[in-house]
């Protein structure tokens, strides 16, 4: 929202009739196009939720951008250009329906020369995240590794790593690497001798790496809290310290979770004591367990399960990749309805446990290579996991098991996706140009075609989805059956069932989405975001507040609505006003009717009220 010296500002100049040549005073910062009253407030966290400043459940939905930036082709930048982050910006609202990212920042680049931050680079990365803020999209910044550092690998090295700086692994005298017999990357983490060695110096602060990581981090985050306007910064939604921690060598006699008590949660506590440091008291630390605490094949105890409450000043963040799916070998077969409700019901379980919220910060699967064909259903399981922990085939028996709707992150989105130039380790004659460009990735879900336009490699109908971005009041289930496409097949594992024949009629072989939530009293509507696959004058919502086919423009006096979200990228939302307390509330947003009669509204609805009242109470 704009200051009160902004605004002033903006009636003095149309008064005076020279509004063509304003020109912002320095400091002061346009609000995001297309912005309602209730919209860019700061989240905090409370009650287990993201919360914004009206009260309202927040979800965070979206990717990382993105793994351009393990790369040396735009020196550790996920772009090359502010204008190819605005590019990318403008086509993640419009096509992939996200309103967060999960933003990579590298180490190396930031911190070239030990104690020094780099300007240019520092400078540069604030622009490009300032290009999400100004599309009305939330970022949370994430200092990103993997392999700890690619000044591990030589330039005949058949893998390459990011993070660490140069004079980091000087100071190391590592062996030389070598995973082995290692079929893919990931491997390399426990394998490698190098690598090993590398992250246990990092938890164990030899050398004072840690101290000196902690202290550039503390530097990074001063200058974005600086340089960003106040607006701007109220979109940050906090810091991820460090991406996918695991020990290298565990101590004698340690294991997994002494690890996590002993050496982890020590350093997130002083990385949370350098945001502090750097202004950001308000914004919570998105702290990640061991690596595999979650795995399915690579599994080791953790889960931070001795860190007590973490409470409002953290967030538990996780990721989650099928390992067997990505083997072809440990699973055989497609993903299937419910395939990962049990996974995602444990990170939900997690953050209830520590007195948090939870966010999925990296999932997704391989859209090349010998497992590719597994991607449809895999992702939209993990979609469906997001959204509920109950299975689609018993969703409506059992909705008030749904939990909350987690937050996620999907891994990745690049825009320069088979158009890469990065030299591998600086081998001239390695030159990568395919997939993301690194240890042969290939999971954007985005790239240019050949006029420069953004276009999506996934099936729109997955990754741009209704889900409920903000909600006054609290969320009790939600589902939505996106009838996304594994090649020519319609994957629907949702169906309405024959005990709601008009609510079924309704939906047809449509889209549609349930939200069930008990209001808070707050002036805020609740908030849906409308894919591309649902014009707003061909959506069907079937609420207890109303029905409506069409949906016409929101205003505060309209209980169901739609207007554009902020941004100024043409995406566009559902509104839903109810300002009571305690109140039961549902609604059920469709694509399937066309020009649906008011008697067949009338029967969903009187459907839908009979339903929510057996199930909710």
């Known amino acids: 929202m704009p200051n009160i010296r902004a605004r002033l500002l903006a009636v003095l100049v149309v008064l005076c009739g020279f509004l063509a040549t304003l020109v912002p005073p320095a400091g002061a910062a346009a609000s995001v196009p297309d912005s309602l009253s209730f919209d860019g407030t700061p989240l905090t966290v409370a009650n287990g939720r993201f919360v914004d400043g009206t009260g309202r459940e927040v979800v965070l939905r979206g990717y990382n951008v993105s793994g351009e930036t393990k790369l040396d082709e735009n020196k550790g930048l996920p772009f090359a250009s502010v204008a190819d982050a605005k590019k990318s910006a403008t086509a993640l609202r419009a096509l992939g329906g996200g309103n967060s990212v999960r933003f990579l920042l590298s180490w190396a680049y930031a911190e070239p020369v030990r104690g020094q931050l780099d300007a240019a680079y520092i400078s540069a990365a604030t622009a490009q995240i300032g290009a999400f803020l100004d599309a009305g999209i939330r970022v949370y ?5 993997d392999l700890y550092s690619r000044y591990l690998f030589n330039s005949g090295s058949w893998y390459t790593g990011d993070g660490a700086p140069k004079w980091a692994v000087d100071l190391g005298g590592y062996p030389q690497e070598s995973c082995g017999i290692c079929f893919v990357w990931g491997q390399n983490i426990t394998q490698n001798n190098a690598v090993k060695a590398g992250q246990y110096d990092f938890w164990h602060n030899n050398h004072g790496l840690q101290d000196s990581f902690l202290a550039n981090a503390q530097r990074v985050m001063t200058y974005l809290k600086q340089n960003l306007s106040s607006d701007q910064f109220a979109g940050i939604i906090g810091f991820n310290p460090y991406n996918e921690p695991y020990a290298g060598t565990y101590d004698s006699g340690q294991k997994s979770r002494s690890w996590e008590q002993n050496l982890l949660w020590p350093f997130y506590v002083k990385f949370r004591a350098r945001m502090d440091a750097a202004g950001w008291q308000d914004k919570p630390a998105m702290i990640e367990p061991n690596l595999f605490w979650n795995g399915n094949v690579s ?27 990505i083997s072809g ?3 055989w077969g497609n993903a299937s309805d419910g395939q990962y409700v049990t996974d995602f019901g444990t990170v939900r379980d997690r953050a209830t446990a520590t007195g948090t919220t939870a966010i999925v910060s990296e999932f997704g699967h391989p859209l090349n290579g010998s497992t590719a064909g597994k991607a449809p259903t895999v992702l939209k399981a993990m979609y469906q996991a997001l959204d509920s922990r109950v299975k689609g085939a018993n969703w409506w028996s ?25 030299y591998m380790n600086g081998n001239p004659d390695k030159l990568l140009t395919t997939g993301d460009g690194w240890n042969d990735e290939d999971l954007s879900a985005v790239r240019l075609d050949d006029s420069g336009t953004a276009v999506l490699r996934q099936d729109g109908r997955l990754v741009d989805r209704i889900y409920p971005s903000a909600t006054a009041g609290t969320t009790l289930a939600f589902t939505y059956e996106d009838r996304s496409r594994d090649g020519s097949t319609v994957l629907t594992w949702n169906p309405v069932p024959s005990s709601l024949p008009n609510v079924a009629s309704l939906v047809g ?13 707050g002036s805020a509507p609740t908030e849906l975001h409308l894919p591309a696959t649902f014009p707003t004058a061909t959506t069907t919502v079937v609420s207890d507040l109303g029905t409506v086919y069409g949906p016409g423009a929101y205003s505060a006096s309209t209980k169901i609505g739609a207007a554009v ?9 559902l509104l839903l006003s109810a300002a009571d307390s305690g109140t039961l509330h549902y609604a059920l947003v469709t694509n399937g009717a066309s020009s649906p009669s008011s008697s067949a509204l009338a029967a969903a609805r009187t459907e839908l009220a009979g339903w929510v009242a057996q199930k909710f109470g």
């Open 565 to 573: 979200e902020p941004g100024g990228t043409g995406s566009r939302r």
């Open 509 to 521: 072989s449509g889209q549609y989405s349930v939200l069930v939530w008990r209001s808070n009293g």
């Open 299 to 325: 599994k080791e105890e953790g889960g931070l399960l001795d860190v007590g409450t973490l409470g409002s000043r953290y967030v538990f963040n996780t990721h989650f990749y099928d390992q067997k799916a």
């Open 141 to 145: 910044p994430d200092f990103h590794q």
């Open 398 to 422: 059992t909705p008030a098991s749904s939990g909350p709707v987690l937050s996620g992150s999907q891994w990745q989105w690049d825009i320069y996706n088979g158009r890469h130039h990065e």
């Open 329 to 331: 070998i440990l699973m």
